[in-house]
Every structure is written in structure tokens, then in C-alpha cells.
């Protein structure tokens, strides 16, 4: 059971480059997240997804755009990279416990770089 | 709104007891608790989903009280693997359980 699975695990980008991460789960899990996580700070929400077709921003959602055309993968776009997009990126899913709780299992991580 | 988290860091010698509080503006409709370890992913440990619940397991445990919008994380007889930084987290809209949004995380280094 591979878990969430993210590619690639690192990656430099020039400012005005294009690049999508990738994110799969094989857990069936309905919900999924994108975070970035800055150097010393905490978790920011980028982008989630409900399902199958649906997704919603977060609380950092400019800049980026994702897709979910499958309940396995999340793909995070970045369309022109600029320095303040340089990150460490998670992508998370999650199951529900009922009652709405939902428990999120996160990827490894893809540290990005712009320069 | 993001949680609130205090302190920012904390040093404690094996042995040692620590609570890192987790308080919020807004209502705290659950609240997740996850640690994270230097260079890894975060991983998590509990949630809490009504007021005045408290959970734990091995020696670390968490209570929540729904009404003063706060929960606590306690680490009893800290060891070296306590090490790392931990996370709460909690639904931003009582309507969007799945939309987790997390404070900036409480740096716990546990020394010999």
C-alpha cells in the first residue's frame, strides 16, 4: 500500500517556467489537499477537492490551478513560477471518521525552487 | 482564520512535561492534532471532535474545550522521538469538515 505518492521530490524552476506536480493515493480516499509549507512557517491550504470533478481554493490558491478528473490523482499546476513560490508542497487525502472528521494522510512532500 | 498556537517553541530535557495550547478566534468545530519531523511529511496523532473530549495514547494525550475555542496538547515524560514540530488543525467552516486549515505549529526539542 504505496499511501499518497507526490512527484518529483524536488525540482528547480526559471521564473516564468510552468511546471504540475503530481499526486496519486490508492487508499479510495474521496478528499484530497494541496499545502505549501515555507521555510520555519506552518501548513497553507492551496487548493482541496471533494471528489471526482470538484475542487475549491484554500487560503493560497493564487497563482496555482489543479485538476480532478479521477478520485487517484490531485495534479498541482503552477503557471509562471515566480520566487515566492519557492516551497516545500504536501499533498494530503483523507478518509472520514464519521461525524465529519476527516484524518489526512500526507505525501512526502516535493521541495520546489524558484530562481 | 488560522488557530493560534503557543508557544512557538519549547526546549525540554528528557523527562520533562510540556503543553502546547491551540486557541482560535472563531469556533473550533474539531480540532487535529499531527506532528511533523524535520524533513518529513506530518504525521497524524489525534482528533478531537467534541468539547470537553480528551483522548491520548503512549504518554502524549489532548483535551478540547469547545466553549473557550481552545484545545491542549500534553507530552508527559518527553522522550527523544518527541522531537519535531506539532500542528493543529481544525475545519475553517462548520459546513466544510474536509477544508482543514492548520496553525503555524509549536517547534518541541526534546534533549538529553
Known amino acids: 500500500n504505496a499511501g499518497v505518492t507526490q512527484t518529483p521530490k524536488f525540482r528547480i524552476l526559471k521564473i516564468g517556467q510552468s511546471m504540475t506536480l503530481q499526486c496519486t493515493q490508492d487508499?479510495?480516499?474521496?478528499?484530497m489537499y494541496w499545502y505549501r509549507q515555507d521555510p520555519g512557517m506552518g501548513l497553507k491550504l492551496i487548493y482541496y477537492?471533494?471528489?471526482?470533478?470538484?475542487?475549491d481554493k484554500g487560503e493560497v490558491p493564487n497563482g496555482y490551478n489543479v485538476s480532478r478528473s479521477t478520485t487517484e490523482d490531485f495534479p498541482l499546476r503552477l503557471e509562471l513560477a515566480a520566487p515566492s513560490q519557492t516551497s516545500v508542497y504536501f499533498c494530503?487525502?483523507?478518509?472520514?471518521?464519521?461525524?465529519?472528521?476527516?484524518?489526512?494522510?500526507f505525501g512526502a512532500g516535493s521541495r520546489l525552487t524558484v530562481l | 482564520q488560522q488557530p493560534v498556537q503557543s508557544p512557538q517553541a519549547v526546549i525540554l530535557r528528557e523527562g520533562e512535561d510540556a503543553v502546547i495550547n491551540c486557541s482560535s478566534s472563531?469556533?473550533?468545530?474539531?480540532v487535529h492534532w499531527y506532528r511533523q519531523k524535520h524533513g518529513e511529511a506530518p504525521v497524524f496523532l489525534m482528533i478531537?471532535?467534541?468539547?470537553?473530549e480528551q483522548k491520548g495514547h503512549d504518554k502524549i494525550s489532548a483535551s478540547f474545550n469547545e466553549k473557550k475555542q481552545q484545545s491542549s496538547l500534553y507530552l508527559t515524560a518527553s522522550q527523544l522521538s518527541y522531537s519535531g514540530t506539532y500542528f493543529c488543525?481544525?475545519?475553517?467552516?462548520?459546513?466544510?469538515?474536509?477544508?482543514?486549515?492548520f496553525g503555524p505549529g509549536t517547534s518541541l526539542s526534546v534533549i538529553p
Open positions: 494530503a487525502s483523507s478518509y472520514s471518521l464519521g461525524s465529519g472528521a476527516n484524518v489526512l494522510t
Open positions: 487508499m479510495n480516499h474521496n478528499y
Open positions: 477537492s471533494v471528489g471526482a470533478g470538484i475542487t
Open positions: 472563531k469556533a473550533l468545530y474539531s
Open positions: 478531537l471532535l467534541k468539547g470537553g
Open positions: 488543525g481544525t475545519p475553517s467552516e462548520k459546513t466544510s469538515y474536509d477544508k482543514v486549515i
